[in-house]
């Protein structure tokens, strides 16, 4: 059974440009969740989808982040435009239901310079 | 408000020797607490997970944690460390009453001397 699937894993944009991030969970896995750790502290949060529905965004640092599941399928999480901050390791994982073991993708590291 | 602490954020052990890191949550209910491990250039691989039951949790690679409610404590243990081990170690509490996020100590990056 494939894991979790993360494209790119490395993406260095210029400030003001957009990125988009992807994420193929497990198959079958209707929950999703996105978190991102930024250099020198800890992985936060940014959000969770059941199936298509996003069910807590509550980490999601600004407007300008947007993350998408149409189909209930894969997702993707778009920065526009990007800044220095946005700068991290992005995380997606996936699980059969809430309270089940997440597993996790190999994360796509963002430069923003 | 949920908070997991790693107080050692390096730890440098030799081959051989024992290893426990040290993991303390805040948590208002019973926590369901996670162990994963990241290796250079891999993704984070769960250890092992305490739900309910017997407090002490045996993981993969020969790991092992112990749920201590009254120290508020899942620390992490291996008797014999290999260099294989060297890795970051994340230790989480799951929010199961918030869609299952799960909330994440500052890691702690493990050297292993030959």
């Known amino acids: 059974e494939a894991g979790v699937t993360q494209f790119p894993s490395h993406s260095v944009i210029e400030k003001g440009q957009t990125v988009t991030l992807r994420c193929d969970p497990i198959s079958g896995h209707d929950n999703l969740y996105w978190y991102r750790r930024v250099m020198g502290k800890e992985i936060k949060f940014l959000l969770h989808f059941v199936k298509e529905s996003k069910q807590d965004e509550s980490g999601m640092p600004n407007n300008r982040f947007l993350a998408e599941r149409t189909g209930g399928t894969y997702s993707t999480l778009k920065v526009q435009p990007a800044e220095l901050e946005d700068s991290g390791v992005y995380f997606c994982?996936?699980?059969?239901?809430?309270?089940?073991?997440?597993?996790f993708g190999p994360g796509t590291r963002l430069t923003v310079l | 408000a949920q908070s997991v602490t790693q107080p050692d954020i390096h730890i440098t052990v030799s081959e051989g020797a024992s290893l426990e890191l040290r993991c303390n949550y805040s948590y208002g209910a019973t926590p369901y607490l996670f162990w994963y491990v990241q290796s250079p250039g891999q993704g984070l691989q769960l250890l092992l997970k305490?739900?309910?039951?017997?407090?002490l949790v045996q993981g993969i690679k020969g790991f092992e944690a112990e749920f201590k409610r009254s120290q508020s404590s899942f620390n992490l243990r291996k008797p014999s460390v290999h260099w294989s081990d060297a890795a970051e170690y994340f230790c989480?509490?799951?929010?199961?009453?918030?869609?299952?996020?799960?909330?994440f100590g500052q890691g702690t990056e493990l050297s292993v001397k030959p």
């Open positions: 305490y739900f309910s039951g017997d407090t």
């Open positions: 989480a509490v799951g929010v199961y009453n918030q869609g299952g996020k799960l909330i």
């Open positions: 994982a996936s699980s059969p239901n809430v309270g089940d073991t997440q597993y």
